[in-house]
Structure formats: structure tokens, C-alpha cells
């Protein structure tokens, strides 16, 4: 008898599918604006988008600009009580709204300025609600903070994998060892420093990552782009995001033209910086007026993506995986669990095995045999993406419409009602049991929310720059 309870938990826990996470996709894809329901669309087929966390703890100790922080958001102290009521009450929101599974940034300001353990904690609690969290930093902080975050007192392992998404540009003033970057290449020593913390790390403690590269783009780093690519891509980050700066959050931070750096020149320089043509149509994430993505891989120092849009064999293989993979959850499975749902799911469609031996086979001859042998048959899996947020003076009356059910006839704020609707990255608001996009956060709710923040949290002790600037060369600690 326990030999048949347990293979009939196995067999439960190895079904492909999730009706939770199978039914939160339906529900996404009819929610879709009908222009945005293409070929490539990730949503709804196979995810419901990424979600963000707010108000937990909005002060930052750089100074950046632009900056999506509203004036109010160092005026609030960070506490982890209260990082891990809201949290609590986020995350049990979005799991109610979007399903079971979804990656989730812990962000809303600094956060390295959380204990490690309050990190830590946090991190847990996103876990337990089904969220594949990622923390967001400026990275400006010791292999020592790192180590705690990662390990219990009792010095075993509290996680197996941490995500990050690490912000570096030369427009965030205040970092340790160099106040104000004069060029975007004086921050690769930093940007080394940090990935080789999370190397030490699985070196010495077991401890897999995954590093994602932020950076604002502005008409004064925009030609810099393609350097930052050509010379980072190698340092161990897996996902290279850049977003166009918009006129969001504290106007007195509002320094340049911002709108000078547009998408398709931005698009261009991160061409430019991995030396080929990126295809955002393949896959899309929301509209693509907000959002562009090219995923693919290096061998040595040449880019190559992982299906080619140009290739209907390479379609092929896409809309088959929709198909058969859409509705497998991916996010937060166990490598063996994700393994054994896959196989099923080949057992029960065996001609996906010949699909994904033939995609190996092509895609191995497009980067060439040779290459692969004398790379070793090394491969690193890197994404590009950028994100286009939009600016504080159409969101605002454009969702102010859309809340009372209204259709904006104005051209510039019905494109804006058309990419909210279509948004790839959403934050939960318990207090009403609403999900709203990132850009009506920011726009909209952020200085009401951090107001009050203000009065709930004050600042009891101010830590200033001065306090900071021990000039810490950019070296492993």
C-alpha cells in the first residue's frame, strides 16, 4: 500500500500541467488587447507577466538621475516588520489574481539597505506564495552582505539559487570608491565586482544565481550602449536590460531631453553592441511598444539567438512549444521535477523530441561546428531586453479615463491606454484588490502612497554620503 500511495504521488507531482497556473493564462490571454495577441506573444501562453513589490521600502541611498522615486521616497526608513506585512499582503494578492506562479522583483528602493536577514525573509515569504523572486539593487554592497542574505546563522543554506537585477549606469551618483562615473566604461570594474561576489559564493557555498544588468538610457550614455554590451557580456549576467529614460517620479531630477533616446535608437546601439540584428517579434512580452526581447546565447564572443525569425522551421519550433510547454511552470520547480514533467509531456507527444533534435542539430550548424569545438561547446545563454516606460503627463489622464471605463480619443493617451492594458509588469494593491501596471504605479500612486509612508515611517537617522565614501576600491572582499 505505500508502495502504491507513493507512486501515486509522484505521478501528481509530475503532471505537466497546473490547472491554477493553466487557468491564470486563459484569463490573461482574454484580457489581452486583440492587437497583442500575435504569433509571439508569452502572455497568456506561457506566463502572465512579472510583477513588482511597493511601498515595502522606497528609499534609496545613490542618487540617480532620472529616478522613478517620488520626493518623498527617502523621507521613509526602511523596517522589516513592515517590508514583511506588505509583502505578505502583496504576494497573497497576486497569487489569488495571477496564479500560482510568476517572477517577482523585490523592489521599490534599495535592497541591500534590508537587514540580511530581513531579506532574507522576505525572499521567503515571496517563495511561499508562489513568486520566483529577484532583488534590485545598485550593487554597492560587500561579498559579507551577500553571505549572510545566503546563509543562516548556523552558516547552512538558506536558498540554493538567489536572482538579482543589478543597476550600473554612469547617472547614479554616490557609489563607493566613485562619486560621479565620468563614462559608463569607469563602471566595469563595478560591474565585475558584483558578478564575481555571486561566483564566490557558488564556489564556497553551493549557491547557483542568476544576474540581470539594468541601465537607464538617456541622450548622454546612449552611445555607450553598444560598449557596455561589448564589454560586459562576458562577466557572468544573464540578462542585459536597458530602459529609455522617462519623465516618472522627483521632476527636480529631470536633467536632459530625455525623449531623444528613443526605442529604435536604443534598439540599435544594443545591435550595434552584440554585433547582429536582434528580432523582438520572435517572442513578445506585452506590447512591444513597451517591451522588446531577443533571447539567445554566446559562443566566445559572438552572439547567436535561439531561434532565428527568419526561419519558419525555427517558428515551428515556437509554436510548438506554446503548444505542448505553454502551461508547464517553469518558474520555481526543482531542476529533477521540471525534468520529469518535461519527459512526460515528450512521452505523451514524442514528435517534440524530433522537433527539438532537429532545431540542436540546425542551430548548431548556423554557429558552426568548428566554433562550438573550439569553444569547447560552451554556451552562455544571455537575454537583451528593453523596457519603454512612459511618461508621468499622458499616464495619469490616460488611466484616469480608463478607470471610468472611458476610451481616450486623443492619440497619444489612447496608445497609452492601449500599452496599459497590454502591460507585461503589474504591482497589487491589497487595500482594494487591484492589480495596476508599473508606469500608473510610479505616475499615479507612488506620491500619494509615499506621503503617507512618510508619516508612517520617518526617518530617525539619516545615513549620508560622507557616511559612505570609504572610496572601496572595486575589488572582491
Known amino acids: 500500500m505505500r508502495l502504491i500511495a507513493a507512486l501515486r504521488a509522484l505521478e501528481r507531482a509530475t503532471r505537466p500541467y497546473d490547472p491554477g497556473f493553466a487557468a491564470a493564462m486563459e484569463r490573461r490571454w482574454a484580457e489581452l488587447p486583440e492587437a497583442v495577441r500575435t504569433p509571439g506573444q508569452v502572455l497568456g501562453r506561457h506566463g502572465v507577466g512579472c510583477e513588482g513589490t511597493h511601498g515595502v521600502f522606497p528609499k534609496c541611498n545613490l ?5 522613478y522615486h517620488s520626493r518623498d521616497a527617502n523621507q521613509v526608513r526602511v523596517d522589516g516588520p513592515h ?19 510568476a517572477h517577482t522583483q523585490l523592489i521599490g528602493g534599495e535592497v541591500s539597505l534590508l537587514t540580511p536577514d530581513d531579506h532574507a525573509t522576505a525572499l521567503a515569504i515571496m517563495r511561499d506564495h508562489g513568486r520566483e523572486p529577484m532583488s534590485f539593487t545598485h550593487g554597492d554592497f560587500d561579498y559579507h552582505y551577500l553571505a549572510r542574505l545566503a546563509l543562516g546563522p548556523d552558516g547552512t543554506r538558506r536558498f540554493g539559487r538567489l536572482s538579482f537585477a543589478a543597476h550600473f549606469d554612469k547617472f547614479m551618483y554616490g557609489r563607493r570608491g566613485i562619486e560621479r562615473p565620468p563614462s559608463e566604461r569607469s563602471l566595469n570594474p563595478y560591474r565585475a565586482r558584483f558578478a564575481a561576489m555571486f561566483r564566490r559564493l557558488r564556489r564556497e557555498h553551493g549557491v547557483r544565481f542568476f544576474l540581470a544588468h539594468n541601465m537607464t538610457v538617456t541622450p548622454g550614455n546612449l552611445d555607450e550602449v553598444a560598449g557596455v554590451i561589448r564589454d560586459c557580456h562576458a562577466m557572468g549576467y544573464g540578462m542585459f536590460s536597458f530602459q529609455p529614460a522617462a519623465f516618472l517620479g522627483d521632476e527636480r531630477r529631470w536633467k536632459e531631453r530625455y525623449r531623444e533616446a528613443t526605442p529604435d535608437a536604443v534598439w540599435a546601439e544594443i545591435e550595434r553592441g552584440t554585433g547582429t540584428r536582434l528580432d523582438y517579434h520572435v517572442f513578445e512580452n506585452g506590447d ?3 517591451n522588446r526581447t531577443a533571447y539567445g546565447f554566446y559562443v566566445g564572443r559572438r552572439w547567436y539567438p535561439f531561434l532565428d525569425g527568419d526561419d519558419p522551421r525555427d517558428l515551428a519550433v515556437r509554436d510548438a512549444f506554446f503548444r505542448w510547454f505553454g502551461k508547464v511552470t517553469f518558474t520555481g520547480t526543482p531542476p529533477a521535477l521540471l525534468a520529469a514533467r518535461v519527459l512526460r509531456v515528450v512521452a505523451r507527444h514524442p514528435s517534440t523530441a524530433v522537433t527539438a533534435l532537429r532545431w540542436l542539430a540546425r542551430t548548431a550548424r548556423r554557429v558552426g561546428w568548428m566554433r562550438l569545438a573550439r569553444h569547447r561547446m560552451r554556451v552562455r545563454p544571455v537575454s537583451f531586453v528593453m523596457h519603454q516606460f512612459m511618461d508621468a503627463d499622458v499616464v495619469a489622464p490616460a488611466w484616469e479615463l480608463m478607470q471610468r471605463g472611458e476610451q481616450a480619443t486623443e492619440p497619444r493617451l ?9 502591460c507585461h509588469y503589474a504591482m497589487a494593491h491589497p487595500e482594494d484588490g487591484t492589480v495596476v501596471p508599473a508606469c500608473v504605479q510610479h505616475a499615479v500612486l507612488d506620491p500619494a502612497e509615499n506621503a503617507q509612508l512618510r508619516t508612517l515611517l520617518p526617518i530617525v537617522e539619516v545615513r549620508t554620503t560622507a557616511d559612505r565614501s570609504s572610496a572601496t576600491p572595486p575589488k572582491e572582499k
Do not use: N, S
Open 414 to 422: 489612447r496608445e497609452t491606454q492601449e500599452r496599459l492594458a497590454a
Open 83 to 101: 517590508t514583511h506585512e506588505q509583502l505578505t499582503a502583496q504576494m497573497g494578492l497576486l497569487r489569488e489574481l495571477r496564479g500560482p506562479r
Open 63 to 67: 542618487k540617480c538621475t532620472p529616478c
Open 288 to 290: 512591444v511598444r513597451c
